[in-house]
T-cell receptor, first 112, second 110 residues
Framework: DAGVIQSPRHEVTEMGQEVTLRCKPI?????LFWYRQTMMRGLELLIY????????DSGMPEDRFSAKMPNASFSTLKIQPSEPRDSAVYFC??????????FGPGTRLTVT | GENVEQHPSTLSVQEGDSAVIKCTYS??????FPWYKQELGKRPQLIID?????GEKKDQRIAVTLNKTAKHFSLHITETQPEDSAVYFC?????????FGAGTTVTVRA
């Protein structure tokens, strides 16, 4: 298994631009998580999907952030418009419910 | 919600010595406690986990202990090696939502 796949690995964009991060979970996993990691705030859960349905989006910072999971093998996290304070590493993770979460390699986002 | 506190924030050990990281949790309903290792610029990787029906678990040089009464759990690394240098995160949950500790930066001195 290739593990959780994320793209792009690095993204540099200007303030105000739209950013789309992509994730392919491990085949057979039914739970998908988006995290944000910064030095100041550590690892924060943004949103959790179970069987493609958003269950908990309480961690989504504001309306500029949105996430979708149109099928079991693909999810996106979109930021529109982006701001410098959105600069962080964004991780996608997947799991079978009740079991360990496997993280993807992350997307390092820099908003200038 | 669950609140996990982790100590120390940094730990420097001589190669070959042991390292111990301690975490406390607030929610007595929490029943799953994983530990993740994150090397610089890499993803967090699960290294060991423990469930509330077990008091201790070992995997080669690493072990985790859990004290449900005191609501704390610890990671023990024996015979440390340079490749053990990384940030280690503890976490706890009673369902899907992992609450992570702030992390411990471990440096193994040669």
């Amino acid at each position: 298994d290739a593990g959780v796949i994320q793209s792009p690995r690095h993204e540099v964009t200007e303030m105000g631009q739209e950013v789309t991060l992509r994730c392919k979970p491990i085949s057979g996993h039914n739970s998908l998580f988006w995290y944000r990691q910064t030095m100041m705030r550590g690892l924060e859960l943004l949103i959790y999907f179970n069987n493609n349905v958003p269950i908990d989006d309480s961690g989504m910072p504001e309306d500029r952030f949105s996430a979708k999971m149109p099928n079991a093998s693909f999810s996106t996290l979109k930021i529109q418009p982006s701001e410098p304070r959105d600069s962080a590493v964004y991780f996608c993770a997947s799991s079978l419910v009740g079991n360990e979460q496997y993280f993807g390699p992350g997307t390092r986002l820099t908003v200038t | 919600g669950e609140n996990v506190e982790q100590h120390p924030s940094t730990l420097s050990v001589q190669e070959g010595d042991s390292a111990v990281i301690k975490c406390t949790y607030s929610d007595s309903a929490s029943n799953y406690f994983p530990w993740y290792k994150q090397e610089l610029g890499k993803r967090p990787q699960l290294i060991i986990d423990i469930r509330s029906n077990v008091g201790e678990k070992k995997d080669q040089r690493i072990a985790v202990t859990l004290n449900k009464t005191a609501k704390h759990f610890s990671l023990h690394i024996t015979e440390t090696q340079p490749e053990d240098s990384a940030v280690y995160f503890c976490a706890g949950t009673d369902d899907y939502k992992l609450s992570f500790g702030a992390g411990t930066t471990v440096t193994v001195r040669a």
